[in-house]
C-alpha cells in the first residue's frame, strides 16, 4: 500500500517505475481485451466481464515478474562488477 500512496502523492522520481509501468500495462490491457471480448462477442457486459477477470490477473502477474526481472538484472551487473574486480 505504501507504493500506492507514494504515487498518489508524490510524483516525483521516488514512485516504483515497475509499479508506475504495471499502471499503463494495465489500462493498455483492459482497454485491448475489452475490445477483442466485445467485438467477438457482440455484447458489451459479456465483453466487459471478461475484459475485467482475466487482464486484472494478467496485471497482478506482470507486476511480479517486472519485480523479478529487476532483480535478475541488478545480481547480473553485481556479478559482472565482481568479476572484473577479481581480474584487475
Known sequence: ???LKLFVHNHDTSVDPSFLKTITF???HFTVAFTVAYLLTGDILV??????V???INTVAYFFHEKIWARRQ???TANAMNLKQ???
Open 1 to 3: 500500500m505504501s507504493t
Open 26 to 28: 494495465a489500462v493498455t
Open 47 to 52: 465483453g466487459s466481464l471478461i475484459a475485467m
Open 54 to 56: 482475466e487482464p486484472a
Open 74 to 76: 541488478q545480481n547480473a
Open 86 to 88: 577479481n581480474t584487475v
